[in-house]
């Protein structure tokens, strides 16, 4: 990366806008809530494959609690990873949990004749780099568009309703998860009267995010 201050500051608005609830005080009662939303969704999109899983006693959390805060980023090649943020950042902040139910029901195949918690593991870990990224985000969007916003409430009650539902990619503001995040920022920006010297002006342009 030739630009580290532009860098961290990209990371630092990811942080506040996408994931701040999985690294705040309470993250703990967060990722799981995210997980247990993520095992309700699979269980709605792949029923069979869900009750196979449980049945071995691979429950979502033993293979799914890092996908979310990291958004697969320990999962998948640098490559891989980049080209799934660019998509990641233009939805609303539940969008990775479609993400891992899409990503489990490609395997669907395999992990139905695997009867061992450590051979589905290493298989993820293994294999996950094989998915066509592409072909993951349309298969999310499409399971996106199909579960009602309703089921998503418990987790994310600020991105579960209106606006933020639209399907066209950036269409709308998405509103941080950090709800001190925006104040920071706009009193930042005001304070900064030439409007090039805080820090907000130096991070890259892209759709609007308050």
Request: proline letters at 7%; aromatic letters at 10%.
């Amino acid at each position: 990366v030739d630009n580290e201050p532009a860098t961290f500051l990209c990371l630092q608005r990811i942080l506040h806008v996408f994931l701040w609830q999985l690294y705040a005080q309470e993250a703990s009662v967060h990722r799981r809530k995210c997980v247990q939303l993520f095992g309700a969704l699979l269980g709605f999109a792949d029923p069979f494959l869900t009750l196979h899983l449980l049945a071995i006693g691979m429950q979502p959390d033993v293979y799914a609690s890092e996908w979310f805060p990291t958004w697969f980023a320990q999962l998948l090649p640098l490559h891989q990873t980049l080209e799934l943020w660019d998509a990641i950042l233009l939805r609303p902040p539940q969008f990775p949990l479609f993400i891992g139910v899409c990503l489990m029901h490609f395997f669907r195949r395999a992990l139905l004749s695997m009867h061992e918690v450590s051979h589905v593991s290493s298989f993820l870990v293994s294999c996950a780099q094989l998915v066509d990224v592409h072909v993951l985000v349309q298969a999310s969007l499409a399971l996106f568009q199909a579960v009602p916003a309703s089921v998503t409430l418990p987790a994310f009650p600020r991105h579960s309703a209106g606006e933020a539902l639209l399907s066209q990619p950036g269409a709308v503001a998405i509103a941080a998860v950090d709800p001190n995040w925006h104040e920071e920022v706009r009193g930042r920006t005001t304070s900064d009267e030439g409007g090039t010297a805080g820090e907000e002006g130096m991070l890259p342009h892209g759709p609007e995010v308050h």
